[in-house]
């Protein structure tokens, strides 16, 4: 019987019968903190003191989108643990740059498509949403991205207006609209509730449908669709309008019975560019005739200044 019993605990605490807990997949995160390795030329001014060198060389590197570097693929936030990979730099041919190998680990800003962010709203017009993602990085979220079925844009009061330029009292604006007032450019509002886009606060959350970098600069497109991925999403070219079709007996008649009134106005321009020449060409000819009469002038004062001249000295050679 005792053998029995501890047969069956041996097989209650055998590993096969203890259930392991499913590997869930960690969420996208937009910071990430990664290795890299980069090649630095360090000037000779950084001849005694290369580390101080290369760690200003990385700071060039902080708040931009590092596009070289596929171990990095977003904006530098920080970088930190600077090390040479090498014991030497190398100094090629008659150049006095140093050339390093650099490894450090840098703190990256890296959102990617599909992505939930947050935002603070900071401008509202017709056409788009633009938001602040932590304070720094800029999101546009286009017209064709914000269901008009709940949204509509509400503009702003003109300037004169007495019943609507004055803001009500009580009304909280987000601290985001610096310079202008929100109410005054527009704004976003719901169309039951009336109340503004973001909320009180001005907090938006979106999806990333896109990303922009221009000058190293990284900026996002966003989306506040249910299915942001959704062809219907796609801006559509707009429209050609046509013309009603007019009768080509009506178009004779127009031809015979009215005047083209521009008609001729091409020659009396030719005309008038023609005179406008001509006469520039006279006050040219004038000016330069006057230039030449004033040198003259001051040539032949300065002539008679010298013979009076002459003529003193000539009398004081005489009475001496």
Sequence with gaps: MAQSHASKRKAAESPQHIRKKARTQEPATEFTTVSASVVLSLPPVFAARYREGAEEM?????MRYVMYQPALGGVVLAHQNLRFLSSAGRIKSDNPFAVFNVGFDATVWRPEIGMRLTGNVSLCSPDHVSLLVHRTFNVSIPRHHIPTDNWEFEYGAAENDPEYGVKAEGEVVPEVQDGEDAADRGRWIHKVTAEPIGGRKGRLEFTVVGM?????????????????????????????????????????????????????????????????????????????????RRKEEKAKEREDEDTKTAKKSAKRKKTA
Excluded at 58 to 62: H, T
């Design 58 to 62: 990385l700071d060039s590197m902080v």
């Design 212 to 292: 922009t970098i221009a000058n190293n600069m990284l900026s996002l497109v966003g989306s506040l669709q249910p299915d942001p991925f959704s062809p219907e999403h796609v801006p559509q070219p707009a429209a050609l309008s046509t013309a009603p079709a007019v009768d080509s007996e009506d178009e004779e008649d127009g031809d015979v019975d009215e005047k083209d009134p521009w008609a001729g106005s091409g020659s009396d321009d030719e005309e008038d560019e023609e005179a406008a020449v001509a006469a520039a060409q006279r006050a040219e000819a004038e000016r330069k005739e006057a230039k030449r």
